[in-house]
């Protein structure tokens, strides 16, 4: 495990101390626990863009796509506990 160093406002510390002390942890812990929050936190994004990102290509390329219509009905009706059909891709492109 490697050590780094950190310099923070005087201000972010006593905030951190305090948050840790509330939630029982030491500030050490709940700096590790942050960081490691905001890292996963970054990587779940970067995953949902690059998902998003192949999405708009695979509809740019297919020239289909689902009414935004239909596709609300369709969850509300799931919501709702009907079993409603899925709603079919059509073309949008001319």
């Known amino acids: 495990?490697?050590?780094?160093?950190?310099?923070?406002?005087d201000q972010l510390k006593q905030r951190a101390v305090a948050a840790?002390?509330?939630?029982g942890l030491s500030p050490h812990a709940f700096m590790v626990q942050?960081?490691?929050?905001?890292?996963?936190?970054?990587?779940?994004?970067?995953?949902?863009?690059?998902?998003?990102k192949t999405a708009r290509e695979r509809?740019?390329?297919?020239?289909k796509g689902y009414d935004?219509?239909?596709v609300h009905a369709y969850l509300k009706a799931r919501i709702d506990?009907?079993?409603?059909?899925?709603p079919k891709a059509k073309s949008w492109q001319s």
Request: no cysteine; net charge negative.
């Open 1 to 9: 495990m490697s050590t780094t160093s950190l310099k923070l406002s």
């Open 20 to 23: 840790a002390e509330q939630i």
């Open 34 to 52: 942050a960081i490691e929050l905001a890292a996963t936190s970054a990587e779940h994004r970067a995953d949902f863009v690059a998902a998003a």
């Open 59 to 63: 509809t740019l390329s297919s020239g």
């Open 68 to 70: 935004a219509a239909e």
């Open 81 to 86: 506990g009907e079993k409603p059909g899925k």
